[in-house]
């Protein structure tokens, strides 16, 4: 469930960022800041990437290097690139073709850092994800425990290096970013819980906890502090909470219906912003749309916008994963991502 919440906080602030530049002014001056709040989904997504990864590799089970990445390739690269397609023949069709170097599109189709972004914004998240993949799934060539260890005192020396040396590439920026503290606390808590050490009490008030932190960080203000302690720390919190909530007791029907959002959110994040944009083009032609309260926007149209990815989930995600593998009786099972 938190994947999709988390997603729909992304496209919220995406879209009414997009309409409050363009269009009509905010109900009032705080509207846009609130908002902007949506961009902590990125770290709620870097922090369940990092659960998901250990939960569907928990200790005790056989690591196959080769099932895993096959998987991970599979799960991020085809929609990917259909997408990224969908972007480069409408923004073609509207008139505002994209200025790419066959080098700056071959980086943004390969998810390589700097180039992640030139052809879906929030594609720049998807490059972390994937190095952060490659080294999971390298790692775990040490064994489950083991590796874990490894990848964490790696990704921390990784980060410390990057306070201590400033060197200004974007892949070493990538490298040394603190977001990748994120994915080791969610590894942490997918570990603490596969390995039955997950405490079973408390978990509400830490989850209530995170909902302050959040809360004071609107209200300290974004830029206090680094995002990972502003956002990341509430992130993890909230996490573990909802984790130690639900190793507790099972979860309620309608946490699991909404659950089913959830495999959707990959999709929606990487639609989403053809979809502001088709939205803008909308909005030009006609002038009563234009003239709407961003917020009175951004809410339909986030819903709308979860409607599509649905389908494409559903209807276009799923059918491409079973015929990219054709020998299996059954298509490979969707491996889960922390990205939307």
């Not at 089970?61 to 990917?80: C, G, M, N, S």
């Not at 700097?114 to 040490?142: H, V």
């Not at 596969?194 to 004071?216: C, D, E, H, N």
């Not at 994040?269 to 951004?298: F, G, M």
Request: charged share 10%; hydrophobic share 55%; net charge positive.
């Amino acid at each position: 469930m938190m994947r999709a919440i988390a997603a729909m906080l992304v496209v919220l602030f995406h879209v009414h960022q997009a309409f409050a530049i363009r269009f009509t002014t905010p109900f009032f001056a705080a509207e846009s800041y609130l908002f902007a709040f949506g961009a902590v989904g990125v770290h709620i997504f870097f922090v369940i990437s990092g659960f998901i990864m250990v939960y569907t590799n928990p200790p005790g089970k056989a690591f196959a290097a080769k099932t895993f990445f096959r998987r991970r390739l599979l799960r991020i690269y085809p929609i990917y690139w259909l997408c990224a397609a969908l972007y480069l023949a409408v923004h073609v069709l509207i008139g505002q073709a994209y200025a790419l170097g066959l080098r700056e599109a071959a980086g943004a189709l390969l998810l390589l850092p700097g180039n992640a972004s030139s052809i879906i914004g929030p594609a720049w998240t998807l490059a972390f994800e994937m190095y952060f993949y490659l080294c999971f799934g390298l790692a775990m060539l040490a064994g489950s425990g083991r590796g874990l260890t490894i990848l964490i005192g790696f990704f921390t020396i990784s980060v410390a290096a990057g306070a201590v040396v400033q060197i200004d590439h974007p892949a070493w920026t990538l490298v040394t970013s603190s977001l990748l503290l994120e994915f080791i606390a969610g590894a942490a808590i997918g570990w603490l819980l596969v390995s039955g050490k997950l405490p079973r009490r408390g978990g509400l008030t830490i989850t209530v906890l995170a909902i302050i932190l959040f809360g004071a960080g609107i209200a300290a203000g974004y830029e206090r502090a680094p995002s990972v302690v502003m956002w990341g720390v509430p992130s993890v919190m909230l996490i573990l909470g909802l984790a130690m909530h639900e190793a507790a007791r099972a979860p309620s029907a309608l946490v699991r219906k909404l659950g089913h959002f959830g495999d959707s959110s990959y999709a929606l994040y990487l639609i989403h912003i053809l979809l502001v944009t088709l939205a803008i083009e909308l909005a030009r032609q006609i002038p009563w749309l234009a003239e709407q309260p961003p917020a009175l926007i951004a809410i339909p149209f986030a819903l709308a916008a979860l409607l599509v990815a649905e389908f494409l989930h559903h209807r276009v995600e799923k059918r491409m994963l079973g015929w990219l593998t054709p020998r299996r009786k059954s298509p490979l099972p969707l491996v889960q991502t922390g990205h939307p």
